[in-house]
């Protein structure tokens, strides 16, 4: 029994002591690594990710942007005419259809032009009962006139055989022949016939100028009735509805039997080989929208130029129009009716930094936008955006020339502090 005890009470050597302790440091080592290990392995599948196909990237550079503010647009015919009913008609026959080319005169529809025609005889009927009465009157006139003037020269030759009998008088008197008494009575007599004849004399001229202000009057009455019966003739000749120019009918009343009222629209011709846009724009950009401003058209991948022509002066509903005259308005991607953008260019910056237009954009201030931070990995970035154009946005700080930004829709990875790329 005292052999085994002294057996088992012998010192166990250093060099198993240290082996058995470095395998336990391993045991923990492994441990730890494991650990570790399956951390970080859970960090990375933890961490968001994105593909990278479905990136867009620009990279940062240097450049000019012709600064712009977006408006919508619609493509028109550069020309178009409405026709319109010049009376309330009945529509009998129509002769053409909507997309038909017409010439100058060709016939579009036919009223019913009865009643109208009816009016227009009744009108010259009374036009020629007019003129006899303006002749009737100028004739009574000129006869009273003429009867005026004839007793006039009558008094006249009168006043001078009193004139005469005076001197006689005066004469006899002279030569003790005749009597004072008989020379008064020539003055007497004669004064009276002065004054006659300048009373006659008076109420010629007055009845001059009432005959000549009636017949006036009557001629100008005629006048303005000669006017109406000559619009009225227009009517008539405009209610025989036809094309007033070469183009494409575009609308018609085609529903025969239907009434149309006086200034309604029968018809639209439009040329349509040539076309302008029609662009609406909040009225907050109204000082920046000028006749003479120039503005780029997009149309899918195509751009195409024009100048601003006509703005309208009032806002309704918050917005104002204005028209676009096309650089090339015969463009064959111009259809009429179809929407475009609409860029209205405002100035020109040089050599700025630049970033492509997208989505992520809303107008000036601050942005959090995704730049690389290597191959694999995307990080935020407050960025301060300024001005836009249609392809690019100026960038004032945040990045540097040759920096790689995300300018898809990065929305859903907000908050997120890296984003793995997934090839």
Request: proline share 2%.
């Amino acid at each position: 029994m005292k052999t085994d005890n002294q057996t088992m009470d012998r010192a166990i050597p250093v060099s198993v002591q240290r082996k058995r302790r470095m395998v336990r440091i391993g045991k923990y080592a492994l441990i730890v690594a494991v650990v570790l290990g399956v951390a970080i392995w859970l960090g990375v599948l933890m961490m968001a990710s994105v593909d990278k196909k479905s990136l867009i990237v620009s990279e940062v550079d240097r450049g000019t942007i012709d600064v712009s503010i977006t408006a919508t647009g619609k493509v028109v015919p550069a020309f178009e005419e409405v026709i319109i009913s010049p009376i309330s008609a009945q529509i009998l026959e129509v002769y053409a259809h909507s997309g038909d080319t017409v010439d100058v005169g060709t016939p579009l529809l036919r009223l019913d032009l009865q009643a109208a025609q009816t009016d227009y005889s009744k009108a010259l009927d009374e036009r020629e009962i007019r003129q006899q009465q303006l002749v009737q009157l100028t004739t009574n006139t000129e006869t009273q006139l003429s009867d005026r003037r004839m007793q006039i020269e009558v008094e006249e030759m009168k006043l001078g055989q009193l004139e005469a009998q005076l001197r006689n008088e005066q004469y006899l008197d002279s030569l003790g022949s005749g009597t004072k008494d008989r020379v008064r009575q020539a003055e007497i007599t004669l004064r009276t016939a002065q004054m006659q004849l300048k009373q006659l004399k008076q109420q010629y001229q007055n009845e001059l100028r009432v005959r000549q202000a009636d017949l006036r009057m009557k001629q100008l009455q005629d006048g303005i009735a000669d006017k109406g019966l000559s619009e009225t003739r227009r009517t008539l000749e405009g209610a025989n509805i036809r094309s007033t120019r070469k183009a494409t009918l575009t609308y018609i009343s085609s529903e025969i039997g239907s009434i149309v009222g006086a200034g309604s629209k029968v018809a639209v011709v439009s040329d349509l080989t040539h076309f302008k846009v029609n662009g609406e724009i909040a009225d907050t950009y109204s000082d920046r929208v000028v006749a003479g401003g120039r503005v780029l058209v997009k149309i899918g991948k195509e751009r195409l130029f024009g100048t601003i022509s006509t703005v309208t002066p009032l806002s309704q509903n918050g917005v104002i129009t204005f028209t676009v005259s096309m650089d090339n308005p015969s463009h064959p991607k111009l259809r009429s009716g179809l929407k475009v953008e609409v860029f209205v260019i405002t100035s020109i910056k040089e050599d700025v930094l630049r970033i492509r237009n997208g989505s992520y954009y809303t107008g000036a201030g601050d942005y959090t936008l995704f730049i690389f931070k290597d191959a694999n990995t995307l990080v935020p970035r407050t960025v301060r955006l300024g001005e836009c154009n249609y392809d690019y946005v100026e960038v004032i700080s945040g990045l540097e020339e040759g920096d790689s930004v995300v300018v898809s829709d990065m929305q859903k990875f907000k908050g997120k502090e890296k984003i793995r790329i997934n090839e």
